[in-house]
Every structure is written in C-alpha cells, then in structure tokens.
C-alpha cells in the first residue's frame, strides 16, 4: 500500500493535566513534539490531520498538505479524537499518533501499514492494526480503517470512552514493538527522562 494514500491523523488535543503545561508545544531537538511529528508525517503520508480543542491555537501548523480539525465533542478524551480525526479524513485507511508519543520509527510503521491490506482476523479483514508491548495494547498509534466509524460514532454518543475496551470487540491486528516505539511523556519526570534518552529520532 502507498503511503501518499493514508492520511495522518496527530491528536493534540489532551489536557497536559500531569505535565502542567501543553505537551504538543514541548521542545523536541530543534523543533516541538507537535512540528516534529507534523515534519515525520508530512514527509510519508499523505495529508495530515492535526485533531485539537482550539485550532486558534495552532494556526501557525497549517498549510503546505496539515489541516487543523476541531473535536467533534466536548468531552476531553482520547477516543473522541481518535473519532473526530477519522470523520474528517477522506481515506479509508488512517495513522493516528498522539502528541506525546513523539518517538518515529519508520521501519516499524511501514510494518504496520504492510498489515493494512495483509492481515486478517478470523476471516474478517481488520478495522485496526495496532502495536502491542509487554500484553499491552498501544491504541493512540497506529492504524485504523474508517469502516470502525459504524461502531465508534455509537460508542461516542454513548460517553463508553475507554478505547483500550472498546477495540476488544473489534477486528484489530496487533504487531509486537519494542518500548520506545509506544513510549509517552506525561510528566516532567517522563520527559526529563525522554531529554537525555539516546533515542533514533530522525524522520
């Protein structure tokens, strides 16, 4: 499958309740966590969707194929950013990544977006494929068909926010990946650590 072909869908929309201040504008090298994730993806997919609360705040991340989407529902949670980024996409398969997932590997990506068209579970063909780490499954990046909007529109109006639960009824592949890959940063801890990790972060 050709990348050019997938939107990107970047959630920036989350409190920062724990970090105290917004994740999405930490420094990132030379850049931010958000213009570092908008380069990574500009530069494989297609087009980029960045979902936020207040796209006033971020209109100096438009333009050149990044489009700034509003939540579609006022409750702050990371399936409803999930939902909003996949209204307002017009492919049928998606990346989402969160804002403070800012570690890019490539190769395990292209991976994952092999299993797009590939995979199947239980003769079904997948509405997700996600990574998995330690038991663990990673929801905010990865893949996601918009098909899982027939379930995930209902599921939203229901307020049934925990997206871990509610992929557990749905078609979803899941691939191994390392920690670093799914890592995020949540606190000042997290990211005073993430600062002086030695970490391959190059597009």
């Known amino acids: 499958m050709d990348a050019q072909t997938i939107n990107a869908i970047v959630l920036a ?3 920062s309740q724990r970090m ?7 420094l990132w090298q030379h850049s931010s966590f958000l213009a570092h994730l908008i380069d990574c993806c500009a530069g494989f997919f297609g087009k980029v969707l960045l979902v936020v609360k207040d796209p006033a705040l971020y209109q100096e991340f438009c333009g050149g194929g990044v489009s700034l989407v509003a939540d579609l529902n006022p409750d702050r949670a990371a399936m409803v950013g999930v939902y909003s980024g996949l209204v307002y996409s017009d492919t049928p398969w998606n990346f989402v990544v969160a804002v403070d997932m800012p570690h890019w590997d490539r190769a395990q990506i292209r991976r994952m977006m092999f299993e797009t068209h590939t995979a199947s579970c239980d003769h079904c063909a997948p509405v997700g494929v ?10 905010l990046k990865g893949f996601y068909h918009r098909d899982i909007l027939s379930t995930l529109t209902q599921t939203v109006d229901d307020k049934k926010y925990n997206l871990t639960k509610y992929l557990e009824s749905q078609s979803v592949k899941l691939l191994e990946s390392d920690q670093k ?3 995020n940063i949540n606190t000042p801890h997290d990211y005073q650590l993430w600062q002086h990790a030695v970490v391959g972060a190059r597009c």
């Open 181 to 183: 890959f799914v890592a």
């Open 20 to 26: 105290g201040q917004n994740k999405a504008l930490l």
């Open 130 to 139: 996600l990574p998995v780490c330690q038991g663990r499954i990673h929801p």
């Open 13 to 15: 929309g989350g409190l």
